[in-house]
């Protein structure tokens, strides 16, 4: 198993400005994400909270997993679980829209 861990971002203003290309102004918090990743049968990604996973996400998530060297015997034989120290709150409303793969 490979584990990985990162904190957390806020942004402090500026965070639909960068989608024009202007800069936001944002700071880590001591609030880490925890990603596990092992090999498996099928892909899959377990979000915090139950969270239904976006197609797109796992493909993501596929991609980086195959990047940093985990392969495993195709390129859906992995599976990651991802756990949060910061505070849950309702997923986002896009998450729904997704069909569960």
Do not use: N
């Amino acid at each position: 198993m490979t584990h990985g861990r990162a904190p957390g971002k806020v942004l402090l203003l500026g965070e639909h400005s960068v989608v024009y290309g202007h800069p936001a102004l944002a700071a880590s918090i001591p609030r880490y994400v925890t990603v596990d990743l092992e090999r498996a049968a099928e892909a899959r990604l377990e979000l915090p909270g139950g969270m239904q996973t976006p197609f797109p996400l796992l493909e993501a998530a596929m991609a980086m997993a195959r990047d940093a060297g985990f392969r495993g015997r195709s390129t859906r034989g992995c599976a990651a679980r991802s756990r949060s120290e910061a505070a849950s709150a309702a997923p986002p409303r896009w998450v729904s829209r997704w069909p569960a793969h």
